[in-house]
């Protein structure tokens, strides 16, 4: 069993890519104020780059130049992942939004309350 850590990693990175895309997706229809909802929603599912990997051998390689949308697809004893760069910005953005939403709201009762 000498390739049970690397195929580990490999089909934990698998498995997390499309995680980051669904809370990305998940967070952009629950961001209230969210100004291009549905840009935002596509570009969840956007990833720059892919790794793979064999399950059967441990051998493994990256493709940079690769950009994949629903993620960089399946294939037989291979596990592929893709870096979630669409995701991480959209998360970004919603986190950002909230917190300026929050603040305005925040504002607005010290204002009313003196």
Same mark, same amino acid.
């Given at each position: 069993?000498?390739?049970?850590?690397?195929?580990?990693?490999?089909?934990?990175?698998?498995?997390? *890519?499309?995680?980051?895309? /669904?809370?990305?997706? /998940?967070?952009?229809?629950?961001?209230?104020?969210?100004?291009? @909802?549905?840009?935002?929603?596509?570009? *969840? /599912?956007?990833?720059?780059?892919? /790794?793979?990997? @064999?399950?059967?051998?441990?051998?493994?390689g990256f493709m940079p130049a690769a950009i994949n949308l629903l993620g960089p697809g399946q294939q037989p004893g291979f596990y592929k992942a893709t870096i979630p760069v669409g995701a991480l910005a959209s998360i970004f953005v919603c986190v950002s939004v909230r917190r300026a939403r929050k603040a305005t709201l925040a504002a607005k009762q010290t204002d009313g309350a003196t």
């Open positions: 069993m000498p390739h049970t850590l690397p195929t580990a990693l490999g089909l934990l990175a698998a498995l997390l *890519c499309p995680l980051a895309m /669904f809370v990305g997706l /998940f967070l952009v229809i629950r961001t209230p104020g969210l100004k291009w @909802r549905i840009a935002w929603a596509v570009l *969840c /599912f956007v990833g720059i780059g892919a /790794f793979w990997m @064999r399950a059967s051998t441990g051998e493994w």
